[in-house]
């Protein structure tokens, strides 16, 4: 049976993507893109789902695009293939389901814009970040955009253009990591955080994502307005009323998403 390039599993509210293609570093096949992106929305449709996580088979979380299929590709065909490989950061931007990405060793170019679209990085020691398609004669734009909001336009500029390596703890220094952890405690690690994730009202997770997201860019009075009007419609709803009382009985809360 033919493997196949992303693997999904749902266990006790946490969704888990796997790119799979470890024999070439989870390079961005189109089969790969396409799977991944309907993985996601998916996971984002599954109201078992609470939190997603995302890492990558093998040594390596993913060094970018297949560059022998991208080369394969005739000029009128390029744009057209790189909407493709782009889909899932836009999936990922839509989701209002908080998503954590596991990675591990090479996390460069296709791969790092992909690590950096997700809410949570938790690296391994050996974890290698990096915009490096400029160093054959390309240039990493959109994952380069992922990565100025993290560390800011300029700081990002200066990685695009110089293709240099972000080691795991200088991600970590950066903000651009949540969590360093040794290879072998990675997994562990990561689904650590994503069942503390998972244990949270589903609503209010997705009420903090949505309402960081509107306020973002607002000036002070919106987004004190937006924020307020989003917490009210949260207070209202039937989950906000269990985690209230949960509280005062000192039980724990059964969240039922409304």
């Known amino acids: 049976m033919e493997r196949k390039a ?17 024999e070439s570093m989870n390079t961005f096949s189109s089969e790969l893109a396409r799977d991944l992106s309907d993985a996601l929305e998916a996971m984002e449709s599954n109201p078992e789902v609470v939190v997603v996580v995302l890492g990558g088979a093998g040594k390596h979380f993913s060094t970018g695009i297949d560059l ?8 009128h065909e390029i744009r057209e293939f790189l909407r493709l490989m782009d889909r899932h950061n836009n999936v990922l931007f839509a989701m ?6 596991s990675v591990q060793g090479y996390t460069l170019a ?5 690590a950096l679209a997700c809410d949570f990085i938790v690296a391994a020691e050996n974890a290698v970040f990096g915009t490096t398609a400029i160093n054959v004669g390309l240039i990493c734009l ?18 695009v253009l110089t293709g240099d390596f972000i080691p795991a703890e200088e991600a970590l220094r950066l903000g651009i990591a949540s969590q360093v952890v040794p290879l072998e405690k990675l997994e562990e690690a990561t689904m650590d ?14 009420t903090g994502k949505r309402g960081l997201q509107q306020m973002e860019g607002l000036t002070l009075e919106r987004a004190i307005e937006a924020a307020g009007e989003r917490f009210a419609a949260l207070a209202a709803t039937e989950d906000a009323k269990e985690g209230l009382e949960a509280f005062l009985g000192k039980r724990e809360p059964v969240w039922r998403g409304r």
């Open 6 to 22: 992303v693997v999904t599993e749902i266990r006790e509210g946490i969704g888990r993507i796997t790119l799979n293609r470890p």
């Open 68 to 75: 022998k299929e991208f080369l394969s590709k005739e000029k």
């Open 96 to 101: 209002s389901k908080p998503v954590i990405a």
């Open 110 to 114: 296709n791969g790092a814009g992909l």
């Open 142 to 159: 959109e994952p380069g955009y992922q990565l100025s909001r993290w560390i800011g336009p300029k700081r990002a500029l200066q990685y």
């Open 193 to 206: 955080f994503a069942a503390k994730l998972a244990k949270k009202s589903p609503l209010a997770l997705k």
